[in-house]
């Protein structure tokens, strides 16, 4: 069954996340460690490892965290039927965030760990997306081919133009982007 979480432990998370958006505004991945994470997160490392077993494991919850205040902010609610207007409002929503947090983004693509950071995010999607077209298809969305193909598709392809974009020097607008990645998935999910 499932346990609510404790507001103590809630707080403290929150702490972190903060904490690790900032810090990752101004260093790379590598260079944030456990320590620094904890003072600015003003918490005690006993208490960050007794949630997470190192930096890693915390960047996989950073990620899921990010998702949950992505879909709390989503002008399209993902409770059933979910449809491609919901996987579109989620990919403007990246660019979104991208744009918003520029430094953190300059940060990761400069890092020497920028694969484990790139790979993490591409996971966590993956699940993510998976389990939310799953849902959508339950309830009636028919796919192009089956639902781990399109996923990768979705996903693969977002994070890869999001990628070629930054690192060529954002040539479109992230109006513009979030756009034709909007039409994109449309196009998968709908075919038009």
Known sequence: MYQKE???????KLALTDAFTEL???ETFENVNVNQLCDKAGIRRATFYKHFSDKYDFLTYYIKALRVSFDSKAEVKH???IDAKYFV???KRIVSFIEE?????SNVLKSNL???IFNAITDQNYRDTKDRLLLATNAGLRLPASAETTVGMITGGV???IYIWL??????SAEQLSEELGHFITLMLEGK
């Open 6 to 12: 404790d507001l103590r432990i809630k707080k403290t």
């Open 24 to 26: 990752m505004a101004q």
């Open 79 to 81: 409770t059933p039927p």
């Open 89 to 91: 409002d989620y990919a």
């Open 101 to 105: 947090n520029e430094a953190i983004f």
């Open 114 to 116: 920028f694969h484990v």
């Open 159 to 161: 994070a890869t133009t």
């Open 167 to 172: 690192v060529s020097g954002k040539p479109t």
